[in-house]
C-alpha cells in the first residue's frame, strides 16, 4: 500500500466531475476537501466524493491541515489568481487544468509564481495520456526516422454549456486557440521536440453560437481554423480545428511523417456522444506505413471500459492522476507536464490568436510570448 494522498480540490463542473471520478479509481487516494462556488455542481461533486469536507472558499480549503495536494479545475480565467492565492498560504503539489492562464497581462505574474513556489506544479495536459496518442509517441521515431511534417486534425462538437457560460467569450476562455487548442500545441513540442518559432493561422466563426446571446452579447469564440507551426529543428505542424464535425467516425487524427515513413493515431470522441444505433463505438487505432516496404500495419489501442466510464478522454485523466499522486508520494522526480510546458502550449495558443486578428505570421521569438527559461 502507498501513503494516502488526500486531495484538496478546486472547482468540480463538468471537468471537474470527470477528475473526481478518476481520483476515485486509484488506491490509496481520495478527496479530502472541495470549494466549488455553484450550488449544483457542488451536489454533484458530493455524489462523485461523499466524504469530502465541502467549504465555501479557496482560503478555508487551505486551512485543511491534512491535503497533501491541490487540484484546480475553475473556469479559465481563475487559474492565475487562485495560483497566486495558494503561494500566499500554502506550499503543495499542484495539478491545475489547462490552459495555464489566458491574458497576455498574466506573464508577469506567473513568473513572480513560478520564481517562489518551492513545490511542483503539473498542468494538466490529458491528451498526452491517451493510450492511442501515447502508442504513437512510443512508436514515431522509428516509423518515421525523426518528424518532418506532423498534422492533428480535430473534428468535434461545439463547446459544451459551462456555468456562467464563461467558454463562449474570449476574455474568459482565452479563445479558441487557447482553450481548446493548447492539448494540441502541447502535443506538438512533445513529438516534434524542438520549440516553436512561427505561428501563422487563419479561422472564424462560421457556425456554432452565432444565435445565442448572454447579457445582450453574442458569443466571440472561433469554431473552426487552420494552424501552422514553424519549429526550430525546421519540422513544421499544422493543426486542422472544426468545432462542427461531430458526425465524423474519430474526433482526432494525428499524422506524424518523416524520411522512413507514417505514423498516425485515430482517437474517437467521448463514447457517450456515439449514436446507440451504430453500435460500439469506435476503438482507437495507430496505423504504421513505412515507405520501403510499403504495407501499413494497423493496430487496435482498447481503452479499459471503467476508464472510458470515468470521463469524456479515452482514459487519459486517470493516468495522468497516476502519474501525479507518484509524484506527490515522492515516487518521481518531475511532472511530465511542468509550468513552463503549460506556459508554452498557452504562449503558441496566443501567438495563434493574435495572427488571425492581424492577418500576419507572428514570430514567437518576439512580443514575450515565451517564458524566458
Given at each position: 500500500m502507498g501513503k494516502l494522498v488526500n486531495y484538496g480540490v478546486i472547482g468540480c463542473?463538468?471537468?471537474?466531475?470527470?477528475?473526481l471520478r478518476n481520483i476515485a479509481l486509484l488506491p490509496d487516494t481520495k478527496v479530502g476537501a472541495i470549494y466549488e462556488p455553484d450550488a449544483d455542481m457542488a451536489t454533484l461533486?458530493?455524489?462523485?466524493?461523499?466524504?469530502?469536507?465541502?467549504?465555501?472558499?479557496l482560503d478555508a480549503l487551505l486551512d485543511i491541515a491534512n491535503l497533501d495536494c491541490l487540484l484546480i479545475v475553475s473556469p479559465n480565467f481563475c487559474h492565475v489568481d487562485q495560483l497566486e492565492q495558494i503561494a500566499a498560504k500554502r506550499t503543495l503539489p499542484i495539478l491545475v487544468e489547462k490552459p495555464l492562464f489566458t491574458d497576455p497581462a498574466d506573464v508577469a505574474r506567473l513568473e513572480?509564481?513560478?520564481?517562489?513556489?518551492?513545490?511542483?506544479?503539473?498542468?494538466?495536459?490529458?491528451?498526452?495520456?491517451?493510450?492511442?496518442?501515447?502508442?504513437?509517441?512510443?512508436?514515431?521515431?522509428?516509423?518515421?526516422?525523426?518528424?518532418?511534417?506532423?498534422?492533428?486534425?480535430?473534428?468535434?462538437?461545439?463547446?459544451?454549456?459551462?456555468?456562467?457560460?464563461?467558454?463562449?467569450?474570449?476574455?474568459?476562455?482565452?479563445?479558441?486557440?487557447?482553450?481548446?487548442c493548447c492539448h494540441f500545441f502541447d502535443l506538438m513540442r512533445l513529438l516534434v521536440k524542438s520549440e516553436p518559432v512561427r505561428v501563422m493561422a487563419s479561422a472564424?466563426?462560421?457556425?456554432?453560437?452565432?444565435?445565442?446571446?448572454?447579457?445582450?452579447?453574442?458569443?466571440?469564440?472561433?469554431?473552426?481554423?487552420?494552424v501552422i507551426v514553424d519549429f526550430e529543428n525546421g519540422a513544421r505542424a499544422?493543426?486542422?480545428?472544426?468545432?462542427?464535425?461531430?458526425?465524423?467516425?474519430?474526433?482526432?487524427?494525428?499524422?506524424?511523417?518523416?524520411?522512413?515513413?507514417?505514423?498516425?493515431?485515430?482517437?474517437?470522441?467521448?463514447?457517450?456522444?456515439?449514436?446507440?444505433?451504430?453500435?460500439?463505438?469506435?476503438?482507437?487505432?495507430?496505423?504504421?506505413?513505412?515507405?520501403?516496404?510499403?504495407?501499413?500495419?494497423l493496430r487496435e489501442i482498447p481503452v479499459d471500459p471503467e476508464l472510458l466510464d470515468a470521463?469524456?478522454?479515452?482514459?487519459?485523466?486517470?493516468?495522468?492522476?497516476?502519474?501525479?499522486?507518484a509524484l506527490v508520494r515522492g515516487e518521481r522526480d518531475a511532472p511530465?507536464?511542468?509550468?513552463?510546458?503549460?506556459?508554452?502550449?498557452?504562449?503558441?495558443?496566443?501567438?495563434?490568436?493574435?495572427s488571425v486578428r492581424t492577418g500576419q505570421a507572428i514570430d514567437l521569438r518576439k512580443g514575450g510570448y515565451l517564458p524566458e527559461m
Open positions: 463542473g463538468m471537468m471537474g466531475q470527470e477528475h461533486a458530493k455524489g462523485f466524493a461523499p466524504d469530502a469536507v465541502m467549504v465555501d472558499s513572480k509564481f513560478r520564481k517562489n513556489y518551492a513545490a511542483p506544479v503539473w498542468v494538466a495536459m490529458e491528451y498526452r495520456f491517451m493510450p492511442p496518442i501515447t502508442a504513437l509517441r512510443d512508436g514515431v521515431d522509428g516509423a518515421t526516422g525523426g518528424i518532418k511534417m506532423l498534422t492533428i486534425r480535430e473534428h468535434r462538437f461545439p463547446f459544451l454549456p459551462k456555468v456562467n457560460d464563461w467558454n463562449r467569450f474570449n476574455r474568459y476562455s482565452g479563445g479558441t486557440f487557447v482553450e481548446k472564424g466563426q462560421d457556425v456554432n453560437h452565432l444565435d445565442e446571446t448572454y447579457d445582450g452579447e453574442v458569443p466571440d469564440i472561433l469554431d473552426n481554423g487552420y499544422m493543426l486542422e480545428l472544426c468545432m462542427f464535425a461531430e458526425g465524423a467516425r474519430y474526433q482526432e487524427e494525428i499524422s506524424a511523417v518523416g524520411s522512413a515513413g507514417k505514423i498516425e493515431a485515430l482517437v474517437p470522441g467521448p463514447g457517450r456522444f456515439w449514436p446507440a444505433h451504430l453500435g460500439d463505438a469506435p476503438i482507437p487505432q495507430v496505423i504504421v506505413s513505412p515507405r520501403d516496404p510499403k504495407g501499413p500495419e470521463g469524456d478522454h479515452n482514459g487519459s485523466t486517470f493516468y495522468q492522476h497516476r502519474g501525479f499522486v511530465d507536464v511542468s509550468l513552463e510546458d503549460g506556459w508554452k502550449a498557452v504562449a503558441m495558443g496566443m501567438a495563434a490568436q493574435e
